[in-house]
T-cell receptor
Framework: KQEVTQIPAALSVPEGENLVLNCSFT??????LQWFRQDPGKGLTSLLL?????REQTSGRLNASLDKSSGRSTLYIAASQPGDSATYLC?????????FGKGITLSVRP | GAVVSQHPSWVICKSGTSVKIECRSL??????MFWYRQFPKQSLMLMAT?????????EQGVEKDKFLINHASLTLSTLTVTSAHPEDSSFYIC?????????????FGPGTRLTVL
């Protein structure tokens, strides 16, 4: 059974800092991996999708990497802003399903 | 493109009543739709997967007689919580994918907050 872990559960950083959010998964037989953002009481916004054959994807200040063999993915956020404050969820796709981590709640202090 | 809507966005009901939640793909045809629930401070848990015109596949531990799923068209799936009880209070989120077979990118709706009194 696939398990997805995101540690720490919460993170607080000053504005402008570059930061890395980590995600690990137990079964490397995945098809893709997605990073999502969730604001309080809201649905999910897809940030980046990495197919299993890819190593990384970039969108603006976000960069996500995938190392399938070690069961790890990272989401890099450059020059963080208060508007980046949200919960970031990692989800692993396999067998037509997504398995989610519990998320990392990020707070960017002005 | 790839917008998914849900209705209602929130609902409050009395214990014992049934509640229907709609999930629509607005600008694409969704071969597969998924229903998740999320408790406070917890991750999303997949409840069921539905394909248009066929019966939904429920995850282990999810009561299919309590959570009725209908995927009547390529743009609409509904989740009905029957005889709702306070423990069913949760945030329900649907998603849709354009591709069948392998895991394609899922596009998520804004969620429905259900409160059962």
């Amino acid at each position: 059974k696939q398990e997805v872990t995101q540690i720490p559960a919460a993170l607080s950083v000053p504005e402008g800092e570059n930061l890395v959010l980590n995600c690990s998964f137990t079964d490397s037989a995945i098809y893709n991996l997605q990073w999502f953002r969730q604001d309080p009481g809201k649905g999910l916004t897809s940030l980046l999708l990495i197919q299993s054959s890819q190593r990384e994807q970039t969108s603006g200040r976000l960069n996500a990497s995938l190392d399938k063999s070690s069961g790890r993915s990272t989401l890099y956020i450059a020059a963080s802003q208060p508007g980046d404050s949200a919960t970031y969820l990692c989800a692993v796709g396999a067998n037509s399903k997504l398995t989610f981590g519990k998320g990392i709640t990020l707070s960017v202090r002005p | 493109g790839a917008v998914v809507s849900q209705h209602p966005s929130w609902v409050i009901c009395k214990s014992g009543t049934s509640v229907k939640i709609e999930c629509r793909s607005l600008d694409f045809q969704a071969t597969t739709m998924f229903w998740y629930r999320q408790f406070p401070k917890q991750s999303l848990m997949l409840m069921a997967t539905s394909n248009e015109g066929s019966k939904a596949t429920y995850e282990q531990g999810v009561e299919k007689d309590k959570f009725l799923i209908n995927h009547a068209s390529l743009t609409l799936s509904t989740l009905t919580v029957t005889s709702a009880h306070p423990e069913d209070s949760s945030f329900y989120i649907c998603s849709a994918t354009r591709t069948s077979g392998r895991t394609g990118e899922q596009f998520f709706g804004p969620g429905t907050r259900l409160t059962v009194l």
